[in-house]
């Protein structure tokens, strides 16, 4: 179940990732067949994101499946993962939150809206959705350009004092 895109592939999270990337992190790249970067893993996609996920998938791997993490990879050869990024769960009234997560090396290059695209079709395929929300930090106006691109609006503040709450109608 990839996405491909023009210039990614977005790999949708296994149990066996993340369970690699918990215990054993040095072997991510030769499951996945990537280069994996010195930055990873990038800004929020961390270990708690990791133990999220994996308690989720342990508990019901079928019900996530395709709704939490992806890892984005390039064409390149060798191919480079060059971000993390997916859903915090599966479609609940009607809505999914997405996420995004681009390491250093790779940002500027147009990988996040190219990602944030292809998270809104695969949710938008669903029946299920009717809106896809995001949050970013106040300060972190990359971010916000991402989501406005992809046809985000503004929608308040978010969970806390320092981020802003985006969200898409279908």
Known sequence: MRIEKQRLTLIPTTLEHILTELEHPGR????????VPEGWPPGEYDRDAMEFFRSLLES?????????GWYVVTHDVPPVLVAGAG?????????????????????????????VGALLRRAFE?????????ETDASNEASQRVL???????????????????????
């Open 60 to 68: 019901a791997a079928q019900r996530y499946e395709g709704w939490l």
């Open 28 to 35: 991510l790249g030769a499951l996945l067949g990537v280069r």
């Open 148 to 170: 406005e691109r992809n046809g985000f609006t503004p929608a308040g503040a978010g969970r806390d004092a320092v981020t802003l709450r985006f969200e898409k109608v279908r």
């Open 126 to 134: 669903s029946d299920l959705v009717q809106r896809v929300v995001a």
């Open 87 to 115: 859903f915090l769960g599966p479609p609940e009234d009607g809505a999914v939150e997405i996420g995004y997560s681009v390491v250093e090396e790779a940002r500027g290059a147009g990988y996040a809206t190219e990602i």
